[in-house]
């Protein structure tokens, strides 16, 4: 068994240049579940030697409460499916509804004729599964992007079916608006190549585009369908109804390969049309702010250009420029503020620097150096969304070894991770610190599950790590935090998959093995201090992952996975258990705290607690109270403002924060630099000071940084004006790269095969020596060279670009 499980769903991903870009999960679940081959031999990984040791507690579970969960477990046998995959999709918030699509691989044509698709639908959380595949005609759905839940109205789904193309029939979708209750069949009067795409807001308008590069819209849940532009490449809609789009009336392929792509936008779903720039590779939207990757002229660095109003205006981002050895990867990003990792230079170099933007995505300053980012474009970046302004990430130090950091003030100051009380330090350690496992141990197999956090449930944390010098190499351990990650426990043995359940009230985890079954569950009402275990079948299971309605809200839980039948074939099971009936009573006031988040308890009392200028305390659970938070729950916070200190101020672009003092000091490399800032319109916005507020900080008074002098307009000189006749400071960019990918919104992926994967592929112009690109699904290969078959003069909007096409550099 070799299961992986990786998170999609309304995840987007886009790529920039060679500049990845990852977008946050929403609420409604798609799960994915494959059958491996058993029998993986243990490697090196799966020894405990030289790891740290702890005790973690485990109670018995009585045999009334054995018995009462077991009344409460429903198993469903999928008996007689052959289907190589599964695809589960939890329909909503509260609705109970899951609905589960068994699919085959078969690349002939006659499988389409002799092939289908079993649709089963449960009402009741999973603990019945009904086969509906009649609603749909038995039709087979595409593996895929076959079905799609709508963010804002969770009764609406749609299938879309994998038909053979012809040139005079369309493809074939089946929409539901009865949460998959009955299925409308839509005659389509072309064939999607990719998923359909909800709005974010109203599920009635969707897009997508068709395998001739059509860009289609529906204003009608999928009823009717227009063209509204040919030629188009990637899309993704924008705030409000703003669609953004790259087309070419010369083909897209070669287009996006040459550069030659047009930007635009709608904002009336297609009647009218505004370019917004000539001559792109691509182009990527996040958090408000829609980025482009320029290479300004033949043989130069890339550069970002950001427009924060709907691509009204651009300006250049002040960022070090990315060689074509480099690349740009937005981490994280909202209406706030960007985390910008900036690759450094030097082939498979695995590590860079992560930049934090001012409130326009214009203006960066350095946040943390050496962070990890290896070839495989796997960042261990994570935002804990469970408390405001906390991120756990990995870096490189120089004698190779990986270390894990945290900021709980959005990356002005990054700290180590402390050791846990109850886990002792291996022997051979002479820094003891946690160390959290993320995606790269994720990618390649240490760990089934990512660290997890939610934002029901206030402070807590779950992830797999180890306690040493750097991360080991052996068998993680699974670590519990409650308070947002100043603290950790050591709470289980061994790699598992874990869930949260009543906002937190409940986390449940299951071993994860790989040639071995499983068939109990454990359980912790108290964040993982004290853990039972259930039984819950006789008949054990090789476990593919854990399927939880969205929200955190529920009080069920469902295990998939498969055991040989009768005849040796593999059955694919579900096992749901309803852990209501186990934790009966109902919290009262008196099993609630308040708590006041990031103190600790050591400080001033007027500024303790105190992040990005305000104080936060929580009405949450008791750690000893068992009972259930329930659906009713809402989250409860008081927020008070805070006198300004040091750390609500960030080190202004150009600036660096020493790590032997709290001074901000001039870059050593910043006259280099200097010149973009003046030609571009960007000195106005620079700070004096050498300091600049924190995006998002809310502090009133207390401490203003001291004037200093004025360093930008010194390095400019006397007869520089901020804004000079050569200066752009709103102009549309030339050249931009970006791949936009985005799974249906409003879907997580929980995946055990490698669904989505960000490759990673080398092109140099000139020496054609290796240069990062990432791909998503490996749609698009993006390319650092342009041709000039588009303008006689070799120009793209002013730009040089070079003289012979790059097709032969394609690989």
């Not at 009608?220 to 532009?229: Q, R």
């Not at 300006?315 to 209406?335: C, H, I, R």
């Not at 990031?598 to 007027?606: A, G, I, L």
């Amino acid at each position: 068994m070799n299961w992986t499980l990786l998170v999609l769903g309304s995840v987007c991903i886009l790529v920039l240049g060679g500049d990845a870009f990852v977008r946050g999960k929403r609420n409604a679940r798609t799960v994915t579940f494959s059958r491996t081959a058993r029998g993986h031999s243990r490697d090196r990984r799966d020894t405990w030697s030289g790891q740290a040791q702890f005790t973690a507690c485990k109670s018995p579970l009585s045999p009334k409460d054995q018995a009462l969960l077991l009344s409460h477990t429903h198993e469903t046998g999928f008996h007689g499916d052959d289907g190589s995959s599964f695809t589960l999709t939890w329909d909503g918030d509260g609705t109970g509804v899951i609905l589960v699509l068994s699919t085959l691989s078969a690349p002939s044509d006659s499988f389409y004729e002799g092939g289908s698709t079993r649709l089963y639908r449960s009402d009741d959380y999973g603990k019945s599964f009904h086969d509906v595949s009649h609603a749909i005609n038995n039709t087979f759905i595409n593996k895929e992007f076959g079905i799609s839940a709508g963010p804002g109205n969770p009764q609406q789904v749609i299938l879309t079916a994998n038909l053979p193309f012809t040139e005079t029939q369309g493809g074939v979708i089946f929409t539901s608006m009865d949460a998959g209750v009955t299925f409308r069949s839509v005659q389509l009067p072309f064939h999607p190549a990719q998923a359909i795409q909800f709005h974010y807001q109203d599920p009635q308008y969707l897009a997508v585009i068709s395998i001739d590069d059509g860009l289609w819209l529906s204003q009608d849940f999928g009823n009717s369908w227009s063209e509204v532009h040919e030629g188009v490449h990637t899309f993704t809609w924008g705030s409000g109804i703003t669609l953004f789009f790259s087309s070419s009336p010369k083909g897209t392929v070669e287009a996006a390969r040459r550069g030659e792509l047009i930007l635009r936008r709608t904002q009336d779903f297609g009647k009218t049309f505004t370019t917004i720039a000539n001559n792109i590779f691509s182009f990527g939207y996040i958090g408000g702010f829609l980025f482009t990757s320029v290479m300004e002229k033949l043989g130069s660095p890339r550069v970002i250009y950001v427009s924060s109003d709907q691509g009204d205006h651009f300006k250049k981002a002040q960022l070090p420029s990315a060689t074509t050895e480099q690349f740009y990867s937005v981490l994280d990003g909202d209406e706030d503020m960007i985390f910008m990792h900036v690759d450094n230079p030097g082939e498979d170099t695995y590590f860079g620097t992560i930049y934090t933007s001012d409130d326009r995505g214009i203006l960066y300053s350095k946040s943390l150096e050496r962070h990890l980012f290896g070839g495989e474009g796997k960042s261990d970046f994570t935002n804990v969304t469970s408390l405001r302004g906390v991120y756990l990430t990995n870096i490189l130090e120089e004698d190779g070894r990986i270390r894990s950091v945290i900021t709980f003030d959005r990356g002005g100051r990054w700290r180590f991770l402390k050791k846990p009380e109850n886990v002792n330090c291996p022997e051979t350690s002479k820094k003891c610190n946690l160390h959290i496992h993320g995606e790269h141990s994720h990618f390649s197999g240490i760990t089934p599950m990512l660290p997890l956090s939610e934002p029901t449930a206030i402070g807590l944390v779950i992830a797999h790590g180890s306690v040493g010098d750097s991360i080991s190499a052996a068998r993680p351990d699974v670590y519990v935090s409650g308070d947002g990650g100043y603290t950790w426990w050591g709470t289980l043995r061994g790699p598992h998959h874990y869930s949260i359940l009543d906002s937190g009230g409940l986390i449940v985890a299951v071993e994860a093995h790989r040639d071995r079954q499983i068939s109990s569950i454990k359980f912790s009402t108290d964040e993982g201090q004290c853990w039972k275990i259930f039984n819950f079948t006789d008949h054990p299971i090789f476990l593919a992952g854990l399927a939880s309605e969205p929200g955190t809200k529920t009080m069920n839980i469902s295990i998939f996975g498969y055991r040989p039948d009768d005849d040796d074939q593999p059955m694919w099971v579900a096992v749901t258990i309803d852990f209501e009936h186990l934790l009966t009573r109902e919290c009262d006031e008196q099993d609630y705290v308040q708590w006041l988040a990031h103190s600790d308890y050591d400080s001033d009392p007027e500024t303790d607690g105190c992040l990005l200028g305000y104080k936060e305390t929580f009405r949450r659970l008791k750690k000893l109270s068992a009972c259930r938070n329930g659906r009713g729950y809402v989250v409860s916070r008081q927020q008070r403002p805070c006198p300004c200190t040091r750390e609500d101020y960030m080190c202004e672009y150009g600036f660096y924060h020493h790590e032997n003092t709290s001074e901000c000091l001039l870059q050593p490399d910043f006259l280099n630099q200097t010149k973009d800032i003046c030609f571009n319109g960007e000195l106005d916005d620079l700070q004096s000071s050498g300091y600049r507020k924190i995006p998002g900080d809310k502090c009133e008074g207390g401490l203003s940084p001291p004037k200093k002098e004025d360093v930008f307009r010194k390095l400019c000189g006397k007869d520089i004006s901020p804004i000079s006749s050569n200066s752009q400071t709103e102009r549309s960019p030339g050249m931009l790269a970006v791949i936009v990918v985005c799974t249906s919104v409003g879907v997580i992926g929980l995946v055990v095969t490698a669904a989505l994967i960000i490759t990673s592929r080398r092109i140099n112009c000139r020496q054609r020596s290796p240069a990062y690109r990432f791909s998503a699904l490996q749609l698009q290969e993006d390319d650092a060279c342009v041709s000039n078959e588009s303008s006689p003069n070799g120009k793209l909007n002013g730009f040089q670009v070079q003289e012979d096409s790059d097709d032969d550099l394609i690989e």
